[in-house]
């Protein structure tokens, strides 16, 4: 039951974004940019973001050394630089945005271990350096000397660094985004579900845990960024959603003898240390199938994998207790690049982050809104 004032002032608008995770918050904040008087809503079902932006590792990374040369069997190599290169160019411009201290950026550079079967790879670095120079005005990966000292298992028989490389807060940066929107007059309004979406006529089918199970929004233009979630309202999408496991440890009782943000089986495991504990997390391809879920379950097969990685590999001989685990909801489809495309007279997707969320969420929402735009 609404109000006469409720119906008149909440339920159209200019343009309804579904999804208030990165991706969400930077389409409707480029969009009211440009269009300073329009009436712009953020939908979100949970109270905070159900994907995987305030989910993640917070790695301000573009792509692992071995996870590059893995992309080449998918993609031209014209079409890995374009991706790496849009990566580092999304990083630097949400630091150019809100500075480094509002998002509790570190440039402690990016680093990769790399086993015996993986040795191969090293021997590509100046190929893939050459191939990346011109994006980033020098060489990305190097050899790191005396890596024996960072204390890793002897089954590490070689640390790549990546200088370009550092790590943020999530959550700090998804507040940066909720202040300008807030500042640009966007409205966010959580705990509510989309149900359906008429992508010609723009009228939304939603719900809520209140007395009023079924209600409808109308937007003059409707922006699907809801990622992982999207087949729900988008069927015919190619979108498969990618679970990722997080764990943090309690504060370390011992030293910890590296700094940076570390990866590991083609960029498929990470670790950093966040206030003295070890934060660790992904191995979602030990148990492929089992994550292409939407439910925010633990996976007790990856989490005894990523304790024993760390027990045996990244603090060999230690016990590490465990505080908390997590998990984020990616999405995933046939190209790792964004899918930014129209779906209806009304309607558009900013989706398929493939887990680079915070590389490229701010620029997906840009490409996003301009799409919009055009559809005025």
Partial sequence: MFSYWESKNFFNHDLIVVGAGFVGLSTAIHFKRKNPKASVLILERGIFPVGAS???????????????LDDFWSMTQDEVVELVNRRYKGLQKIRKEFGDKALAYKHNGGFELIEEDQLGAVEQIPEINQLLEKSFGGKVFSK?????????????????????????????????????????????????????IEKDTGRILATDKSENPFFEFFGGQVAICSNAFTKKIWKES???????????????????????????????????????RLLLGG???????????????????IKQHL??????????????????????????????????????????????????????????GKELSDLLRKGN
């Fill in 54 to 68: 305030t989910k993640n590792a917070g790695f301000a990374c573009f792509g692992s050394l071995t996870e590059i």
């Fill in 144 to 196: 790191v000397k005396k890596f024996e000292k960072m204390g890793f298992s002897d089954k590490i028989k070689m640390v790549v660094k990546n200088k370009f490389e550092g790590e943020l807060d999530p959550a700090k940066y998804l507040s940066c985004l909720w202040n300008l929107a807030g500042e640009l007059g966007v409205k966010i309004v959580t705990g509510v579900e989309v149900l359906e």
């Fill in 238 to 276: 190619e979108m498969e959603p990618g679970r990722g496991l997080v764990m943090v440890s309690k504060p370390l009782e011992f030293e910890i003898p590296w700094k940076g943000c570390f990866h590991l089986d083609k960029g498929y495991v990470y670790f950093r240390a966040v206030d003295r």
């Fill in 283 to 301: 191995a979602r391809n030990v148990d492929f199938e089992g994550e292409k879920t939407t439910e925010n379950k633990v996976n007790p097969k």
């Fill in 307 to 364: 304790i024993k990685l760390a027990e045996e590999v990244i603090f060999p001989g230690k016990t590490i207790e465990w505080d908390r685990e997590w998990t984020g909801i990616m999405a995933f489809g046939a190209k790792k690049s964004p899918l930014i495309q129209q779906v209806g007279l009304k309607t558009a997707a900013g989706v398929r982050l493939g887990g680079m969320g915070v590389a490229l969420g701010w620029q997906a």
